[in-house]
């Protein structure tokens, strides 16, 4: 089945440094990419999203390319603040399938 | 405010009783999906309806059930209770089967189940 991977956390940084989690994933046909964020104590939200490979997807800073022939969607940021301390969800939806699979979740923590 | 609403927020039972979580999906939502979220297991999808059918189901247990009704909010009803299945309920909603693979999904803030 389907399955999505993600590296495990914690991940601590120092503000202003460069945040890389990897995720690969595991599907057949053409998934859509996503990555999900949880702040302490909150739902999840919509970080960014591709649906093709080669898509960039981009948000508040954070930029994912959608990979095929390494069925990887790594997310980025270039200088990360405190504000940016959450759980990050790398996930994929089939159409046919329709609903959501989740990796494991990264935590990040961002030190001033 | 996502525009998933869930009730209640906060719930605290015992062992081998039975308790309804809500979900109302985003105004023009069809789609309804449960999710889990423990420690252990991370985020498991439970159950999907769309329109007040099942569409999938996904690792829900015997003891749980769920329903969409006509103003397509839903109701997950957990019963028998054990204390594994002490976590957070998220429900999430989205605009149909054909367009959700390009626009995602709304979450709401969950419900956070605990079993004594």
């Known amino acids: 089945g389907d399955s999505v991977t993600q590296m495990e956390g914690p991940v601590t940084l120092s503000e202003e440094a460069f945040l890389t989690i990897n995720c690969t994933y595991t599907?057949?046909?053409?998934?859509?990419l996503f990555w999900y964020v949880q702040y302490p104590g909150e739902g999840l939200q919509l970080l960014l999203k591709?649906?093709?490979?080669?898509d960039k997807g981009s948000n508040k800073g954070f930029e994912a390319t959608y990979r095929k022939e390494t069925t990887s969607f790594h997310l980025e940021k270039g200088s990360v603040q405190v504000s940016d301390s959450a759980v990050y969800f790398c996930?994929?939806?089939?159409?046919?399938?329709?609903?959501?699979?989740f990796g494991g979740g990264t935590r990040v923590l961002v030190k001033p | 405010d996502s525009g998933v609403t869930q009730t209640p927020k906060h719930l605290i039972t015992a062992t081998g009783q039975r308790v309804t979580l809500r979900c109302s999906p985003r105004?023009?939502?069809?789609?309804v999906y449960w999710y889990q979220q423990s420690l252990d297991q991370g985020l498991q999808f439970l159950i999907q309806?769309?329109?007040?059918?099942?569409?999938a189901k996904g690792n829900i247990l015997e003891r749980f059930s769920a329903q969409q009704f006509p103003d397509l909010h839903s109701e997950l009803n957990l019963s028998s209770l054990e204390l594994g299945d002490s976590a957070l309920y998220f429900c999430?909603?989205?605009?149909?089967?054909?367009?959700?693979?390009?626009?995602?999904?709304?979450f709401g803030s969950g419900t956070r189940l605990t079993v004594v």
């Open positions: 999430a909603s989205s605009v149909g089967l054909l367009r959700q693979g390009l626009y995602g999904y709304t």
């Open positions: 599907a057949t046909g053409y998934p859509s």
């Open positions: 591709a649906t093709k490979a080669d």
């Open positions: 996930a994929l939806s089939k159409a046919a399938g329709n609903k959501l699979t």
């Open positions: 105004s023009g939502d069809l789609s």
């Open positions: 309806y769309y329109n007040g059918e099942e569409r």
